[in-house]
């Protein structure tokens, strides 16, 4: 195995070597934990034959803590990369800036269907990560010099606002420097006085009025979760699935009212929907059906059905 060099959040190389010592993991694996990085190697056959190949890379992320009370982004992946002249050299040998750049264009056109805006808000992210640096800043702009442009363009004609907000994100992460700052400048945004001292990765545009409206060329076709054909909640109170400890001592049944039973049951399915609240529903339906083996009707069956395809 070649020696791998990783970059750390404190742009210095690292650099860990295997020598073939290494303790064998589950027999087969290799785990290598040096400087505070962990390799996982992967082994194509017996623990004493065959080759290794790099599987996982596991390293710490220290936080920078700050008194002010700011969100800070997780670490992304092109934004280390772009931190270092190597990085960015990777990223330009890939083509990843021509390929994610290829969905911010369709969008731009009207072309990206709506199943592809994970896709697009993703790429936009990762613009917005690689720009947040001097050196990524100028990789854009070399690659691609109307690409920022096309995302504030999409920021003020996006029907969808996941994707406006996206936009607004991204450009504050790209006004981190100065360079960044005054290419947003030009394209018609505004910062705090004390954005760059504060690092508060900050960009609102200059134009609000337009930022939040939609275009006059597009017809508003409504909200698909106020329609009231797309029923998709359950016509259970959410008390019915209560979990016991907040319940009264005299109401723990997990049937409740006898005569609530569909009821009861439908809250409880809905609740499953949230990994907050599942536990206790879980266990609830468990007991409903060791208690009152009764047969569910067709109703109640499309009901519950409806209930955990609208959650998905």
Not at 27 to 54: A, F, M, P, W, Y
Not at 178 to 204: C, H, M, R, S
Request: hydrophobic fraction near 35%; glycine fraction near 6%; charge should be positive.
């Amino acid at each position: 195995l070649s020696p791998v060099c990783l970059g750390s959040l404190r742009r210095a190389a690292r650099t860990i070597k295997y020598t073939g010592k290494e303790p064998f993991f589950n027999n087969t694996d290799t785990i290598i934990q040096k400087q505070g990085v962990t390799l996982h190697l992967k082994s194509c056959g017996k623990k004493s034959e065959g080759t290794r190949s790099l599987f996982q890379v596991f390293f710490h992320v220290p936080i920078i803590q700050t008194n002010f009370n700011i969100v800070r982004p997780l670490p992304h992946f092109y934004g280390e990369l772009a931190a270092t002249d190597k990085g960015c050299d990777f990223i330009k040998s890939k083509g990843d800036i021509h390929r994610l750049a290829k969905v911010v264009k369709t969008a731009v056109h009207g072309r990206l269907p709506s199943e592809k805006n994970l896709e697009l808000r993703a790429s936009i992210w990762a613009f917005g990560m690689i720009g947040s640096t001097e050196i990524g800043l100028n990789l854009l702009n070399e690659t691609d010099s109307v690409l920022l442009g096309e995302i504030a363009r999409l920021s003020y004609s996006s029907l969808t606002l996941s994707i406006r907000t996206t936009c607004f994100l991204a450009m504050g992460m790209v006004a981190r420097t100065e360079a960044g700052q005054e290419t947003l400048k030009k394209l018609g945004y505004q910062f705090p006085v004390d954005n760059l001292e504060l690092d508060l990765a900050i960009a609102i545009p200059i134009n609000l009025k337009q930022f939040f409206s939609q275009p006059s060329d597009e017809l508003y076709k409504g909200s698909w979760a106020l329609n009231e054909k797309n029923c998709f909640h359950v016509p259970s109170p959410p008390k019915l699935s209560k979990p016991s400890s907040l319940k009264k001592k005299d109401s723990i049944d997990p049937i409740g009212d006898p005569n609530r039973l569909e009821e009861t049951i439908l809250a409880h399915i809905a609740a499953l929907a949230c990994n907050v609240t599942q536990k206790y529903p879980c266990e609830a339906l468990s007991k409903i059906k060791k208690k009152r083996s009764t047969d569910c009707d067709s109703a109640l069956i499309t009901t519950a059905l409806r209930s955990w395809i609208n959650a998905r």
